[in-house]
């Protein structure tokens, strides 16, 4: 049987995008050390599950980097629902980003924007997609939560090879 595809939006001529709901978390232990990351992306009935970490790092960091892998992972432009337990990450990204990058990434005190290599990386990653920052209570209960922060503790746990001399 023929799969039937959805019907071109007739005002543009483009295919409606695919809904993407992502949950990410990340932390580190002691902060700044050891940190983890994870996301899990849903599409339809499928689930992806993604987790990396780095031996020496902050849990801002691991945070962002979780959202900027997921959405780095997606193929093609989304609609996606992020939720994340970070304001410091749902706030940078949905509000105080605007401030920074008129202000040539310095902050209201012409202070260097802290982790600005991550902002810039996920402002260009979420550019090609319509993003809707949710925020999650961490530890509350909430399944995709509490499954992306098992992920990213075993992310922390993990044995880390020193690196090459």
Known sequence: MKKLRPERD????????????IYTDGGCRPNPGRGGWAAILRYKDKTRELAGGE???????????????ALSALKEPCRVELYTDSQYLRQGITSWIVRWKANGWRTASRQPVQ?????????????RHQVNWRWVRGHSGHEWN?????????????PWKAPAR
Not at 10 to 21: D, F, G, I, L, S
Not at 115 to 127: F, G
Not at 146 to 158: N, S
């Open 115 to 127: 982790n600005a290599d991550l902002w810039r990386a996920l402002d260009e990653a979420m550019s």
């Open 10 to 21: 007739p005002e543009t001529a483009e295919e409606p995008m695919k809904k993407v709901t």
């Open 55 to 69: 031996p020496s790092t902050t849990n801002n960091r691991m945070e962002m980097q979780a959202a900027l892998q």
């Open 146 to 158: 509490e499954r992306c922060d098992q992920l990213a503790q075993q992310q922390i746990d993990k």
